[in-house]
């Protein structure tokens, strides 16, 4: 058995996000402590600050990326620290000069999150350079050293990945299998006595997301490094194969729907579900082995109990066929038991394969994969034309800009009327709060305002109660490296962490203790309340907005699924990249959904429009991809053949036709409703041994849930 504490914290020490905590600490904190034994420590800070700066685009990515972003940055920061240090002493030109960097810099938000993090760095270091009132020639040292400590982190980070070229990759591969076994176990609930159906699937949902973030992150990384797309080693090869197979496991995982409600009524008195519910809790276990080993540097091994485990339970499910002779279990019941335990056994095969992977000597002659790389990634090219279409009211992206520039002018204003001895956290506050939408903000600012509070007591108790020097420093690296690492997995822990280190560095510094913490909450929910104040009344971004967009692209992405699931059976095809992409393509619409669907809870009520119908829309196309997986797995896996495929046209065509009625449904409500009914085949099922009826019963329940969902498009008035 795993000790499950302990391992999470052996998980978290390997992690990426660990990883970037000492690497932002290390840069961060070197220029200071170096120069600060010089007797130079405030030119040390200032090195320091350019270095935390350039740190915020540093994000898991492409190291190309990683590198453009940090180098944009450094000439980005360096331009701002020279204008407003020559200008800061006119109030009245500093304010016309946020006001046009904060709305330009929220504009990057149009090129994606790596561009508008470095707007959030050009704003940061213009932030903290306001009140920073100094001759000109000491504007220009200041420049400088801003560009020096950002050139220093730029090459510590890029220092950092040639020496171990494949550790990113390996930790964010890892994060998302860690994310599958949690989508398992979740699956795995399913299978308890009296188990809550809506609150396993609101998990369920969440957990899809999570799952589709990690993998797209991991496909970013892996499709854009260049070592890795060339085959040219054998741990790119071994890294591709891994997840390409983890790609089909969760294929797997999610084709495994069934109606639960009656499975429990037939068969909970037999037990045998929570012998399903252990079994797959196990192969959870098993993903987190192959994770934890990934990081590691390990070698999972599958356990010989655990497929003993399975084969137990194809013998109970023979069993309970044989003691049927009172007909207590109908055949559909059983029939269900056996694909749940055929689809147990092909992830466990699967698992086995992956585990085979990681074989030293395997390792060595692992085959390399035909990958086109470029159609399962995207690219956003600095189009400016792609700038100026933005420039429109329609525009989310737009109304938050010019959201942020006005908030930003009125955070000034409030600082400089309180005339706080920091009153640039006022800005800082509103400048990590503000986000395109009012869920995400409203998010964040409950974030910042629990982590600030709680963060401020702890840091007042450790300068009441701590006055040992040693002993406040190694405090102070505990919370640098506390903050950095948390600041992408959990805001709030990291903001618990952000305020102590912050209250002691100023310490540190000679520049307060105790009054440093009451003017950091005040600053904090001056901050705060201004940007949630302004995300609800001035240009809001409401969630409902991107309904039609985001359930359009659902029914059309698994009507792309379904396509390509239908010309495996319809004629032989070799090359799986159509079917691959229009996989990935349903994972991403399916997320998209889910997540707009969770963030609309966060929003006012009388913005939740539609509730109910969602959450019944965003379960059917949930139900619909799960079919349709399970019907890829019964060519792939199990290589079943219908006999006549022409029988089966009629099923096909009128769930096509059904889909496509459902899109246009969406996007023009019509009020007539239309009456189409169900095409029943007029077929035999002779070729039940081949697994012909298996696929004609799959093809008509596809069919039935296509129907479901063009009768809930007709109500859907968008």
Not at 172 to 182: K, M, Q
Not at 517 to 526: G, P, Q, V
Not at 589 to 600: D, E, H, I, V
Not at 661 to 678: F, G, H, Y
Request: neutral net charge; glycine residues 4%.
């Amino acid at each position: 058995m795993i000790n499950r504490p302990v391992r999470s914290i052996q998980d978290f020490l390997l992690s990426t996000y660990f990883a970037d905590g000492l690497r932002i600490t290390v840069g961060v904190l070197c220029p200071s402590l170096i120069l600060a034994q010089f007797g130079m420590l405030q030119y040390g800070m200032t090195l320091s600050l350019g270095a935390l700066c350039v740190s915020v685009v540093d994000t898991p990515g492409p190291i190309v990326h990683r590198r453009n972003a940090m180098l944009i940055t450094t000439a980005s920061i360096t331009l701002i620290s020279i204008i407003v240090g020559l200008t800061n002493n006119n109030n009245y030109f500093i304010g016309v000069l946020l006001v046009i960097c904060s709305f330009i810099f929220s504009m990057f938000f149009v090129y994606g999150l790596r561009a508008a993090s470095i707007g959030t760095a050009s704003l940061l270091v213009m932030v903290l350079s306001i009140d920073d009132i100094r001759p000109w020639n000491e504007v220009l040292l200041y420049a400088l050293l801003i560009f020096t400590g950002s050139i220093w982190y730029t090459a510590l980070s890029y220092t950092f990945y040639r020496i171990r070229p494949f550790r990113i990759v390996q930790q964010s591969l890892s994060e998302s299998i860690h994310v599958i076994s949690d989508f398992l176990r979740a699956k795995a609930k399913f299978y308890h006595q009296n188990t809550s159906y809506d609150d396993n699937y609101a998990d369920l949902l969440q957990l899809q997301v999570h799952v589709h973030e990690k993998q797209d992150a991991v496909r970013e990384i892996l499709f854009k490094t260049r070592e890795i797309i060339r085959d040219s080693t054998p741990e790119g090869r071994f890294l591709l194969l891994v997840f390409v197979d983890m790609v089909d496991l969760f294929e797997q995982i999610m084709s495994t729907y069934y109606n639960y409600k009656q499975l429990h009524e037939q068969f909970d008195s037999s037990g045998i579900l929570l012998h399903y519910e252990s079994v797959i809790r196990k192969i959870a276990d098993e993903l987190d082995d192959i994770a934890f080993a990934l990081k590691s540097g390990g070698t999972p091994s599958l356990p010989t109990s655990l497929i003993e485990d399975v084969e137990k339970l194809k013998n109970e499910i023979t069993q309970l066929e044989l003691n049927n002779t009172d007909n207590k279990y109908n055949t559909l019941g059983i029939l269900a038991l056996k694909n749940i335990e055929v689809n147990i056994e092909n992830i466990l095969s699967r698992v086995k394969t992956i585990n085979g992977y990681f074989n030293k000597k395997e390792k060595k002659n692992l085959k390399p994969r035909k990958i086109d790389v470029d159609r399962f990634v995207s690219s956003q090219s600095i189009d400016l034309e792609l700038l100026y279409d933005n420039f429109t009211f329609s525009s989310s992206i737009f109304r938050h800009s010019l959201r942020v520039a006005i908030v930003m002018l009125v955070g000034f204003l409030v600082a400089k009327t309180l005339n706080f001895s920091h009153s640039y956290w006022i800005l800082l506050t509103i400048l990590v709060i503000s986000k395109p939408g009012f869920s995400l903000t409203k998010q964040r600012n409950y974030q910042r305002l629990i982590g600030t509070v709680a963060g401020a007591f702890i840091g007042m108790g450790i300068l009441m109660y701590v006055h040992d020097k040693n002993t406040l420093f190694v405090l102070l690296l505990i919370c640098m490296i506390g903050c950095y690492s948390f600041q992408r997995k959990n805001y709030v822990v990291s903001v618990l962490f952000m305020t102590p280190y912050i209250l002691v560095l100023f310490d540190f510094l000679g520049m307060g203790g105790l009054s440093v913490a009451k003017e950091r909450i005040y600053d904090t929910m001056i901050g705060s309340g201004i940007a949630l104040l302004a995300s609800y009344s001035l240009f809001p971004n409401w969630e409902y907005e991107k309904l039609k967009e985001a359930m359009v692209s659902m029914v059309n992405a698994n009507l792309n699924y379904f396509e390509q699931v239908t010309f495996l059976y319809a004629e032989p095809v070799t090359d799986l990249t159509n079917y691959k992409v229009a996989r990935k393509e349903v994972y991403v619409a399916s997320a998209n959904l889910a997540s707009l669907f969770q963030r609309m809870f966060s929003e006012p009520k009388s913005k939740q429009i539609l509730i109910k119908e969602l959450h019944q829309f965003t379960a059917l196309n949930h139900l619909l991809s799960s079919y349709v997986a399970t019907l890829s797995l019964y060519k792939k896996e199990h290589a079943f053949e219908f006999p006549n495929f022409e029988e089966l046209k009629p099923v096909v065509q009128n769930t096509t036709y059904l889909l496509n009625m459902s899109v246009e449904n969406l996007v023009t409500p019509k009020e007539a409703i239309n009456n189409v009914p169900l095409i029943r085949r007029n077929g035999t099922d002779d070729a039940a041994q081949t697994g012909g009826f298996v696929i004609s019963e799959q093809f008509d329940l596809i069919q039935k849930v296509a129907y479901d969902i063009y009768k809930l498009s007709e109500k859907i008035k968008i």
